[in-house]
């Protein structure tokens, strides 16, 4: 199995540019997150999905946007990138319950010049 | 507001150590609580977990022990090894709530030979 997999592994943006994160799945997980990990910090929640069609805003939404069209995907979308967006991105997935397990993608790192 | 708080890091110790990582929660319902690693360069992946008051999680000699009196769900180990270096993270889920997997900061560990 694939698990939970993310592209690009890196990436370099201009200020103003604007990209898609890649994130799939094959493990049929309803649960699917967007979290940013800024250099010596914790992980903070960007977005996330409990089921195809629905999403919800995390703790730090603004200028990024998401969609979720089927199961498997949950691309994330930076418009407009600016500095402040330079990061690396983790995907995750799990499935309901509260107790059960979220697995990670490998993560993608982005910096914006 | 869910939220998790982690010991300050970096922590740094000398292989076969005793290591102690403190987290505390404060969580508007009944949470599951994890322990998740990140290796360096890699994303995170599930140590231990208790998804009830005195369940102990244990998993590749650490344990954490969920104490709902105390809010707190610190974690042990007797003796590290180099391998165990990393970034370790707490983290806790509302059962049958938002299902937003909720994150510390992060502790480094860093274990000398």
């Known amino acids: 199995n694939a698990g939970v997999t993310q592209t690009p592994k890196f990436r370099i943006l201009k200020i103003g540019q604007s990209m898609t994160l890649q994130c799939t799945q094959d493990?049929?997980?309803?649960?699917m997150y967007w979290y940013r990990q800024d250099p010596g910090m914790g992980l903070k929640l960007i977005y996330y999905s409990v089921g195809a069609g629905i999403t919800d805003k995390g703790e730090v939404p603004n200028g990024y946007n998401v969609s979720r069209s089927t199961t498997e995907d949950f691309p994330l979308r930076l418009e407009l990138a600016a500095p402040s967006q330079t990061s690396v991105y983790f995907c995750?997935?799990?499935?309901?319950?509260?107790?059960?397990?979220?697995?990670f993608g490998q993560g993608t790192r982005l910096t914006v010049v | 507001g869910d939220s998790v708080t982690q010991m300050e890091g970096p922590v740094t110790l000398s292989e076969e150590a005793f290591l102690t990582i403190n987290c505390t929660y404060t969580a508007t319902g009944y949470p599951s609580l994890f322990w998740y690693v990140q290796y360096p360069g890699e994303g995170l992946q599930l140590l231990l977990k208790?998804?009830?008051?005195?369940d102990k999680g244990s998993n590749k000699g650490f344990e954490a022990t969920y104490r709902k009196e105390t809010t707190s769900f610190h974690l042990e180990k007797g003796s590290v090894q180099v391998s165990d270096s990393a970034v370790y993270f707490c983290?806790?889920?509302?059962?049958?709530?938002?299902?937003?997997?909720?994150f510390g900061k992060g502790t480094k560990l860093t274990v000398n030979p």
């Open positions: 208790a998804t009830k008051a005195d």
């Open positions: 493990m049929n997980h309803n649960y």
């Open positions: 983290a806790l889920i509302l059962q049958g709530g938002s299902e937003k997997l909720v």
């Open positions: 995750a997935s799990s499935i309901p319950g509260g107790g059960t397990e979220a697995f």
